[in-house]
């Protein structure tokens, strides 16, 4: 065990874990931030992506001893002061869920996505989102979705 | 292995699960539960319908044959309580817009609590598209009869003619004198009781106001910010986290265990119960870090593998045809009671110009449920109470009952919604197991199972074999048909096409593994095999294949959705050419009826099929929501693509060996089509279930668009897996 401080959604934490503990796990089981999901550990469905220094990772696949010190987003850090992000805002507004298992993961990437890519063309949507997984077959409503925030931010809507 | 709590399961279909079960309600008390309102209760066939008053709050009993019932408190909300599972088809938010549309209260002013079995009356489980049909009716009804309840209250507090006042958002209003009062008013706090029958009159579709339109995911906000919680993130006080020792195969038998690594662990307990072996610690870190300390050696008996999955069903046949059929599909000639493996010869066949005899065949395929199997487990006061993802929370209360001989008062499921099922979470493997860790731990304990864990331990779509016989006359007319399902179900087995004297036949197998429900159960299958066989008879005839469709087919609500998705498709001026191909299919059960078509690409090598367009035509009467339907529409088509092309276990000796999303392809972003959903709206029918039957026509016209392209006929599922299933032909085809 080791003591770790991660800068978690602005705020410094305190954790005690051994250092191979995946940054996951820390923020599931030692931090109860539940928005972060496991869907199989091994980097294959993105459920579990964060982002770290704005790109986004799969946590599940990052050691917390290497996410000391970098600046992680998760779900529940992109509200600010009761307002949604375009990001989220165009998920509610596309339907782009169904169980909504997904959900937190596809969001991240999709707000790593359009910080890098502010207009993407479809073909870059599925490409860049291609590692997450929705098991309901959403896709074309998230694509729909992220194509929606791409606008309103354009437009100078939320952040 | 069999002594392990989940193979002790047995896997019963759910059709057969008695639904009368009695509710213990007296035991409960339950109505101390509430405060002042109005509660009110369905029965099944009694007419108890009483005057709403005063005189009628002091019945403290309510019959055992409620299925449901809504709540009304002073403030005027409304709850509604009902034992179906949320598991993404959207009955959270399907089910309030029925219950507000005849309490003729906005959308909002609904909750709705479901899957508690503690606060609930029991429910058979989530499956078979029943909710819509069956649970929806039941809750219009108690709406409606809450309605005129309060009718009637009003009435009496006025001393009116009750016919003479109007009901609009939530107050009952006097037109002569404008009085009104609130629903919670009109209560006064006092805890009254409604006993009703289903005979108050329903508001019919035409006249709707809130359901029939889309209203969006019921608590939409917290998934998009992460705060809903799923079973897998629930958590208490003092919880530990628990691991399960795996074996190495099916059937395996333990041969030696050395656990002294994991006990020297700080904070680990080992938990041994039998062949049961898992662990608990203080953080899920460790029990992972224990649970992979345990050497354990496993003797792994030969068992079949895909190479010989077919044959091997061939040979284990069982007596009786129950399987995993879905209610409403009889044979349409009875089985013949001993199965035997040669289909019937086909009646005469003088006058047929083509006669064709073909096999097709569908492997076993997993949910992978994004969210796999995960329970926290607390037994406390004498209580256990489990929160689980499952679509039959009272079922797997009986399971934790037997398992723990407990009373079903004693266990308490509390199943949040979850992370999706698609019927492959019907069973209590991860509860079982978390109480078991939980007990011996005496501190609550959460169980998620690992990815590969799900891939393995839980239960599959079944394999399938189909074998058809068919003939035509000249003129396109179908004059002879047989269709035989070995070991995937009866469900979608009967033809919707004119024929005389139809032979369809169910077998039931010994499946080598384990084997249960998946969305649409045995339909896909059976629908698979018979629009891909309809498509070769109308090759073969030198018949368009919507035209010999149209030809052998009155039944109308499917002639509809054929119409409507060949309209929409343009499949009038879609001309195949070796780089472009088109498909179509159909099919209905369950109330749902359904057209597809499909347009693919082939590169110019002729090895990679590409999905391009799906236009998608569905009818299955009143649409409740069409935002959720088209949903559902488009994800069952999703979905669909991947039994369609890619997904197969692969698996032999006992052991799953692509138990991983590298090695089990699902579709992702770059496999999905433009997807175009039209709905038919039959306001004048009631409503049935979508979850389900929407998947069944992508997989043929998929196949038939490669037909029509290339001339390749595809009869296994998957159509082009990127590893080649073993036993099967390797397709000339990559997606």
Known sequence: MSDFVLNVNGAKMRVSAPGDETLLSVLRNRLDLTGTKYGCGEGECGACTVLMDGQAVHSCQILVADAAGSKITTVEGLEQSGKLTAVQQAFLDAGAMQCGYCTSGMVMRATALLHELPSPSEAQIRSRMNGNICRCGTYPRIIEAVRQAAHSTAKGGAR | MKTLPIEAVELAPPDSINPLHCFQLDRRNFLKLFGGGLLVCLTGEQTLAQEAGRGFGGRQQVPADVSAWIHIDADGKVSVFTGKAEIGQNIRTSLAQQVAEELMLPFDAITM????????????????????????????????????????LAAKQWSVDAATLTVAEGRVSNPANKQSLSYGQLTR???????????????????????????????????????????????????????????????????????????????????????????????????????????????????????????????????????????????????????????????????????????????????????????????????????????????????????????????????????????????GDAAVEAARLAKAAGAPVKLVWTREEEFTWAYFRPAGLMELKGSVARDGTLIAWEHSNTLS????????????????????????????????????????????????????????????????????????????????????AAKSTPSKGFGIACGMEKG??????????????????????????????????????????????????????????????????????????????????????????????????????????????????????????????????????????PSPFKF
């Open chain 2, 592 to 729: 749902g009826h359904v057209a597809t078509c499909a347009e693919v690409a082939i590169d110019a090598a002729a090895t990679t099929v590409k999905i391009m367009r799906v236009v998608q035509a569905w009818e299955s009467g009143a649409i409740i929501n069409p935002d959720g339907l088209r949903n559902q529409n488009m994800g069952a088509i999703v979905q669909g693509i991947g039994g369609a092309l890619l997904e197969a276990i692969l698996f032999g000796d006992g052991r799953i060996l692509n138990p991983h999303f590298e090695s089990y392809r699902v579709p992702r972003f770059t496999d999905a089509p433009q997807v175009e959903i039209v709905l038919l709206d039959r306001k004048d029918l009631p409503s049935s279930g979508a979850g389900e039957i929407g998947i069944v026509g992508i997989a043929p016209a998929v196949g038939n668009a490669i037909f029509a392209a290339t001339g390749t006929r595809l009869r296994d599922m998957p159509m082009a897996p990127s590893t080649p299933v073993p036993g099967l032909t």
């Open chain 2, 113 to 152: 609590v479901m899957g508690d079995t503690d606060l609930v009356p029991y429910d058979a489980g989530t499956f078979g598209s029943q909710t819509t049909p069956q649970m929806g009716p039941r809750l219009r009804s108690m709406a409606a009869a809450a309605r005129q309840a309060l009718i009637e």
């Open chain 2, 489 to 572: 179900g009866n469900a979608g087995l009967p033809t919707p096409y004119n024929v005389a004297n139809p032979i369809t036949q169910y077998h039931a197998s010994r499946s080598p593994l384990r084997q249960s429900s998946y969305r649409a159960l045995a339909s896909t299958a059976n629908h698979f095999a018979r629009e891909s066989f309809m498509d070769e008879l109308a090759h073969a005839i030198g018949m368009d294949p919507l035209a010999f469709r149209r030809k052998n087919l009155t039944e109308p609500r499917l002639l509809a959705v054929l119409n409507a998705a060949a309209d929409k498709f343009g499949w009038a």
């Open chain 2, 189 to 427: 706090g006092e805890k009254l009781v409604a006993t009703v029958s289903s005979t108050a009159p329903l508001i019919p579709a035409n006249a709707w106001k809130v359901a029939g339109t889309p209203v969006p995911k019921a608590n939409g906000r917290e998934f998009v910010t992460g705060k809903h919680k799923y079973p897998s993130d629930i958590s208490l006080p003092g919880m530990m986290f628990g691991k399960v020792l795996r074996a190495t195969g099916f059937n395996a038998t333990l041969d030696s265990l050395d656990t002294a690594a994991a006990e020297k662990m700080s904070g680990v307990k080992l938990v041994r119960d039998g062949d049961f072996i898992g662990v608990v610690a203080p953080d899920a870190y460790t029990a992972e870090q224990a649970i992979a300390a345990i050497q354990a050696k496993w003797t792994v008996p030969a068992q079949p593998s895909n190479q010989n999955i077919f044959e091997y069903l061939k040979n284990n046949l069982e007596s009786g045809s129950g399987g995993f059929g879905s209610q409403d599909a009889r044979p349409q000639r009875a089985a013949a009671p001993a199965p035997s493996t040669a289909v019937p010869a086909a009646p005469s066949t003088d006058s047929a110009a083509i006669q064709l005899a073909q096999q097709y065949t569908v492997q076993y395929i997993a949910h992978a449920p994004l969210e796999p199997r995960a329970a926290v487990a607390q037994w406390k006061d004498g209580k256990l109470t489990v929160w689980t993802g499952t679509q039959r929370p009272f079922g797997v209360r009986d399971e934790l009952v037997a398992a723990f001989h407990l009373t079903p008062a004693q266990v308490r499921v509390i199943q949040p919604d979850m992370g999706s099922g698609y019927g492959g979470k019907h069973t």
